[in-house]
Structure formats: structure tokens, C-alpha cells
């Protein structure tokens, strides 16, 4: 694992305390990567896709993104789908953070797509400890390397 080049994280949160913690309980658990923070799901696919705003950046796409479902403009729903029908970016793993446990909802992620589902707890202790352990499994994953 050492020989891992550190890669880029996209948190797409329109909560700004979420992100906050959400990055900061990442730390704790050791991720190291940086962060591109993104509010909302039109943000999410232009940065990805690299239109609208985003045209013309050469960044590579970040292989990891961390997407909230509750979402302005385009939601979780819609990110996922539009990225998951995408060939540059169908093969990124997306890790759904969000408060919703409904157990409909959690189906409909995956057959988006989605590679992880974790329910956000609302409680802070809780929310802070299931991040680290989010934190412990991106630690340990391997992600396709980016183009």
C-alpha cells in the first residue's frame, strides 16, 4: 500500500458543517488526500464531466467521490445516474453519505451504482465515529487509477 499515489477526494455536501466534520473525521482516521468540496449536484457533474464552469480544467477526475443524496440543482439520485452512463466516469467509486436509512432509497443507489452506502447518524458523536470508520475503509481500498 505504500506504493499508493495520493489521490484527490470529491465531497460533494451542500451541508457545510457536514463537510467540515466529514473532512475533519477523515484526518483522524489518517486520510491525508485533499479534498475538492462541491455544493451542489450540477457542480459535482460539471467538475466531473469538465463542463459548464468547469470546461477546460485538465485536472484529472478524482477516483473517489463522496456524494450527499439531499442535494440543490441535481440531486444524489441524478449525480449518480448522469456519472454511472458516463464512460469517463462510470468506473469512479461513489460512497453515498447520507442521513436517509430508507430501505428503498439504499436500492435505488445501487442499482444507480453507488459502490458504498453509509447512513449519516444524526447524532455528533455518532456522525463523527462512523466518519472515521469511513476514514479506516478509504484507508485500506483500492481505486482505479485515473487517466
Known amino acids: 500500500m505504500e506504493n499508493h499515489q495520493p489521490v484527490t477526494i470529491l465531497l460533494v455536501e451542500d451541508d457545510p ?16 488526500n485533499n479534498f475538492v468540496k462541491l455544493d451542489n449536484g450540477q457542480k459535482a457533474v460539471d467538475f466531473l464531466l469538465k463542463t ?27 449525480v449518480l445516474k448522469i456519472i454511472k452512463n458516463d464512460a469517463r466516469t462510470k468506473s469512479i467509486p461513489v460512497v453515498v453519505l447520507t442521513t436517509t436509512d430508507n430501505p428503498h ?4 443507489c445501487y442499482e444507480l451504482g453507488c459502490n458504498v452506502y453509509v447512513t449519516k447518524p444524526v447524532e455528533y458523536d455518532n456522525f463523527c465515529d462512523a ?17
Do not use: C, M, W
Not at 458543517?17 to 491525508?32: D, S
Open 17 to 32: 458543517g457536514h463537510a467540515v466534520l466529514i473532512e475533519k473525521n477523515l484526518r483522524r482516521a489518517g486520510i491525508a
Open 52 to 78: 459548464g464552469e468547469y470546461q477546460g480544467n485538465n485536472n484529472p477526475a478524482p477516483p473517489l467521490i463522496l456524494l450527499d443524496l439531499n442535494l440543490p440543482v441535481l440531486d444524489g439520485y441524478q
Open 105 to 108: 432509497e439504499v436500492a435505488r
Open 131 to 147: 466518519i472515521r470508520k469511513l476514514g479506516l475503509f478509504i484507508s485500506i481500498i483500492q481505486v482505479p487509477e485515473t487517466k
